[in-house]
């Protein structure tokens, strides 16, 4: 859980600096900072859910090391 609290901390600062840089503004970084891990969110749990349709059509192989290819 630590790890993900980290990441999370992690994302929102980059999420804001980067915002911050380029716009100059701490109100459209902060907005930044947390709208765009929220979408980012529910976009990964949509992915999550077309990959696992994926696997099981059995569309990818997977080797030894846990690399996908097709």
Do not use: C
Not at 5 to 14: C, D, G, K, N, R
Not at 29 to 43: C, H, K
Request: aromatic residues 18%; hydrophobic residues 55%; charged residues 15%.
């Amino acid at each position: 859980m630590i790890k993900t609290v980290t990441f999370a901390m992690m994302h929102f600062a980059i999420a804001f600096t980067v915002t911050y840089f380029l716009t100059g503004s701490f109100l459209i970084g902060g907005l930044v900072a947390i709208v765009e891990p929220a979408v980012n969110t529910v976009a990964f749990y949509f992915h999550e859910k077309v990959w696992r349709k994926v696997e099981s059509q059995n569309h990818f192989k997977q080797d030894s090391d846990g690399i996908m290819f097709a």
